[in-house]
């Protein structure tokens, strides 16, 4: 067997072995299971789907579809624990409710109606907690969203970081959607609706540690004007919509890679980065990729109607900077590969630990 | 992004390509090291070696700042932050790193006040934010970091302040490459020299290995272009007979160093008698440790540690990896056993880590043709 043959035949092994389902074997908890890389996807996969046999949670979406008589409905929900509470262009308000009515609309369902829930730590200034109701206020009436309902707890002073928000989103899903994880098909091209890594650099440079000065702001939006648009102009040729959040564009490719068993193949020169993001990036050593995002989806559509999807997405509000990054392929299955602006190739793998804690 | 962009422009990259093929001897096999981990992750990076032909073998080398920290090392580290009352600090790679018993990350989920920073002045301001407890460094590095260490414990000192402690791990690069010169089971045609290390030490240093060992070596920088001039230049030095220390770095290596860092470290730093490695051993006069005048910061003297020399893990083949004997994939746990999620050896730790850069980004590299 040459060098090479031999190189091969191990690297099957271990693809065989990555193609696994992830199993949760930690002694604890550790931050990298909140990262949306690997240890998250061991907690999911190997603790949660196994507890409970269900099999909308096991498609794994951002929302799970709900059928009832006359009609399809998504439901989704997620906790912000965001530091700083406050950051330029958006705070946590804002977020609680993009990040969730975002989950619906990437499942092709319009967003309905949210709950809002509060955890909030003794000694919260009120005048606070009034601004970030406003956001979520304003956040709400922008994605035209009702909160329907709500609950408020309190915990002792340092038992939480100012104030955490859980907001659950209802949607009813549209019927010219028919989107699966599972529903890539080599030929697909992959659309960015914009610019990746606003949200998670903007939350690290307000958190003042690196002490870099760079005007950055969130990208937090509500993303269904885009989905809506996207639907109009691809209808059953749009396969699958993902908003890039925890764990960046990189994590979503690798997710839906394996959840279809195709490859992607990305042009690395094609994405759209903010320059000083990417300035922010190569100081800190961290690939915009896998930085996350809070207004930006990824779109899978068949070839045919790629352009048409494109000029939607551009013409969507945000959507100015949106590109095809790329295309679906069939080899090598469930790995995304990256055509450097160099002109190189190299693996894109999943996020392994926790770069940025706490950015939603 | 200025005076970066300019060295990844593609176009120059394939032209430079070109002049590699025209210099290669059809037929001969060349292995060059890289030294500086550094090197190994722009080379995955940017898919380097995509564009050199099939019998120009790039070798990684053990330049790895957390890929040669030791397991007994770590644990010690541990030790220290369980200490009640002790804010221990490190950089963000080192918290993944495994000792005997767990990582730091463990220990911080544990309940040990473990903290990422991006430098030592980072840790020093928690110091000076945090006054009653204790606050320590887990240094490491090679004169590349060290460096910024030493002019941390000097504005420490200067400042007053009572509560800093460094656990230093400085390890200076010049008697690894020797030890590895002298291991028989390597046949290296020239080296790629640590453009980094060398903009404190300068590309002096390194004259004993044309000298000693007839091997060229080339001190390069970390854009992509850099890389594959430096690779150029060497088949150049081979081609035409020579063997000498070249510096394609001379933007920012001057050839005899930074006098001002070396004063500093002179100042802070004494070498240590000897310095284990990981998967190495004891390299004599390989590392640092604080110089008696900054006795009152050094951690190892404030707590007891263990001090345990730890064997590596029976199947962990870093040392080997470290010393280029084998390819990461040629190690018998890499990337069933040992993942960058779940790591055996320092190597699949750090993204400068041979094996983490291999696994994450250099599996499925194109097909290339041998001249």
């Known amino acids: 067997m040459t060098v090479s043959e031999r190189e091969q035949r191990i690297l099957g092994i271990i693809e065989t072995a990555r193609a696994k389902r992830a199993k949760f074997r930690d002694a604890r908890v550790t931050m990298a299971h909140g990262a949306g890389g690997k240890a998250t996807q061991g907690l999911i996969e190997g603790l949660l789907l196994p507890a409970f046999a269900s099999p909308e949670l096991d498609a794994l979406g951002d929302a799970g579809i709900v059928t009832l008589p006359g009609g399809h409905v998504a439901l989704t929900t997620d906790s912000f624990v965001v530091k700083p509470i406050r950051f330029p262009g958006g705070s946590i308000g804002e977020l609680a409710v993009n990040g969730t009515v975002n989950d619906l609309a990437v499942a092709g369902a319009r967003p309905l109606a949210l709950t809002l829930s509060l955890v909030l730590e003794e000694g919260l200034p009120a005048e606070e907690l009034r601004a970030e109701i406003d956001a979520v206020a304003r956040a709400a009436a922008a994605a035209d969203v009702r909160v329907v309902a709500g609950d408020t707890k309190v915990v002792e002073r340092g038992h939480a970081d100012g104030m955490y928000v859980t907001t659950t989103g209802l949607g009813l899903v549209d019927p010219r959607a028919s989107l699966s994880p599972s529903a890539l098909k080599p030929g697909d091209r992959i659309l960015l609706s914009g610019r990746v890594g606003d949200h998670g650099t903007a939350i690290m440079l307000a958190r003042g540690e690196f002490e870099l000065g760079a005007e950055i702001e969130s990208d937090t939006r509500p993303l269904w004007p885009a989905v809506d648009a996207l639907l109009d102009a691809a209808g059953p040729s749009l396969h699958c919509l993902r908003d890039a959040t925890r764990g960046g564009v990189a994590s979503v490719l690798n997710e839906l890679a394996r959840a279809s068993g195709v490859a992607m193949v990305v042009r690395e020169a094609d994405v759209p980065v903010h320059p000083a993001v990417a300035g922010a990036a190569e100081i800190l050593g961290i690939d915009p990729m896998y930085v996350a995002n809070e207004g930006k989806l990824v779109a899978f559509v068949a070839p045919e109607a790629a352009e048409a999807a494109l000029a939607a997405l551009r013409a969507a509000p945000g959507g100015e900077d949106a590109a095809e990054i790329g295309e679906v392929r069939t080899d090598p299955p469930t790995m995304v590969l990256v055509e450097t602006a160099f002109g190189g190739r190299r693996v894109m793998d999943q996020l392994v630990g926790d770069p940025l804690p706490r950015i939603c | ?371």
């Not at chain 2, 020093?124 to 414990?153: C, H, M, Q, W, Y």
């Not at chain 2, 420490?156 to 690894?176: D, L, Q, S, W, Y």
């Not at chain 2, 009152?296 to 080997?320: S, T």
């Not at chain 2, 994939?329 to 990337?335: A, L, N, Q, R």
Request: a negative charge.
């Open chain 2, 1 to 371: 992004m200025r005076y970066v962009e300019e060295f990844r422009d593609a176009e120059l990259g394939r032209a430079l390509a070109g002049e590699i093929l025209a210099a290669v001897e059809p037929g001969r096999h060349y292995k060059l090291m890289e030294v500086c981990g550094g090197h190994t992750h722009s080379i995955y990076k940017y898919g380097i070696d995509d564009l050199l032909p099939a019998n120009v073998e790039l070798v990684h080398g053990p330049g790895c700042p957390v890929c040669v920290i030791p397991m007994g090392r770590v644990d010690d580290g541990i030790a220290i932050a369980h200490r009640p009352g002790v804010i221990f600090t490190c950089f963000g790679d080192m918290m993944r790193i495994p000792g005997s018993d767990g990582s730091l990350q463990d220990a911080k989920a544990a309940g040990a006040d473990v903290r990422m920073v991006y430098s030592p002045l980072d840790a020093l301001r928690i110091a000076k934010a945090n006054p009653d407890r204790d606050v320590v460094f887990f240094a490491i590095g090679f004169e590349t970091t060290a460096p910024s260490t030493a002019l941390t414990l000097r504005r420490a000192k200067a400042e007053g302040v009572r509560n800093f402690f460094c656990m230093c791990n400085h390890v200076t690069i010049v008697p690894p490459l020797r030890a590895l010169l002298d291991s028989p089971d390597l046949r290296l045609d020239g080296f790629i020299g640590p453009g980094h290390v060398s903009t404190v030490v300068g590309a002096r240093p390194f004259e004993f290995i044309p000298a000693d060992y007839g091997k060229p070596i080339v001190v390069a920088g970390f854009e992509p272009l850099d890389v594959l001039h430096a690779v150029h230049m060497i088949l150049r030095q081979l081609a035409e007979g020579r063997c000498e220390v070249e510096n394609q770095y001379s933007r920012v290596v001057p050839y005899d160093g930074n006098l001002r860092a070396l004063e500093v470290l002179a100042e802070v730093f004494e070498l240590r008698p000897h310095f284990e490695w990981r998967g190495m051993g004891f390299i004599s006069q390989s590392g640092l440790k604080l110089s008696a005048a900054y006795a009152a910061f050094d951690a190892e003297l404030r707590y007891e540690v263990p001090g345990v020399r730890v064997a590596d893990p029976k199947a962990c083949q870093c040392g080997e990896v470290l010393k280029g004997v084998i390819k990461p994939w040629e190690c018998k746990v890499f990337g069933t056993a040992c993942t960058p999620e779940r790591p055996i050896g320092t190597c699949m730790v750090s993204s400068e880590g041979a094996c983490a850069a291999y696994y994450n980004f250099g599996r499925f590299a194109r097909e290339r043709e041998v001249v």
